[in-house]
């Protein structure tokens, strides 16, 4: 019998990340509990809403009035690390390890964490300036969307080296947006699903660049064309 570590077949960085979100959301359900903090526990989850959600009205405010402050920005990096409840920074944990790991196999450290920061501020920045509903936005969803991309353009890639039909690298993202439908005809939708799919997009477009070899090919493909 093996004894070795499933742990150790996770990118370091991948685990780094799963621990911040899992550590936050340790802080904030002991809270709600009333395990930590006491009776003011209970308003540590809606206070790291307020304070570190995104949300329309902060790119409106951005954008509008030319307002660069620190308690805006960090909001495009910090709301990933929290969730509206134990539920959704489960469901998003598990989605980030799965996707992190086939990624983070293929893609250097550094890319994952390139990667993981464009969705995470892109999505968000697609989210404030397209929303109809100035409707918060938490949680590391954008994010893994983004790992989706990255994964479905590494699955067109092997189906196309296998000789099969290259659509089926889509079929992950079909499904969940299947999935997305029906919870919203059945619970009522958010317009949060725009910065998933904005991550999406962004990870499907940076994927060739940030894999192994592909920003060396980007620049002889510019090269080429001047």
Request: aromatic content about 12%; glycine content about 12%.
């Amino acid at each position: 019998m093996s004894s070795e570590n499933p742990f150790n077949a996770i990118p370091p960085i991948i685990l780094a990340l799963v621990v911040v979100v899992i550590g936050i959301e340790a802080v904030l359900s002991l809270a709600d509990q009333g395990w930590l903090g006491g009776r003011t526990g209970i308003g540590w989850r809606p206070a790291a809403i307020q304070d570190y959600g995104m949300a329309p009205r902060v790119v409106e405010v951005i954008v509008d009035q030319g307002n660069y402050s620190f308690d805006l920005l960090k909001r495009f990096v910090a709301y990933p690390f929290v969730h509206g409840s134990f539920t959704h920074a489960l469901w998003g944990t598990v989605l980030l390890l799965a996707l992190g790991k086939y990624v983070g196999e293929v893609f250097h450290p550094a890319a994952m964490i390139i990667l993981f920061l464009a969705c995470a501020i892109g999505g968000a920045l697609i989210y404030g300036l397209t929303s109809p509903r100035n409707v918060g936005l938490i949680g590391v969803f954008a994010p893994v969307y983004g790992f989706i991309g990255a994964y479905t353009y590494l699955m067109w890639l092997t189906l196309g080296r296998m000789g099969e039909n290259q659509l089926r690298a889509f079929s992950l993202i079909v499904v969940l947006l299947g999935i997305m439908l029906v919870y919203g005809m059945l619970f009522g939708s958010s317009p949060t699903w725009i910065a998933e799919i904005a991550g999406f997009v962004i990870g499907l477009v940076l994927a060739p660049i940030l894999s192994p070899g592909g920003w060396r090919a980007f620049v002889v493909r510019l090269r080429q064309r001047r």
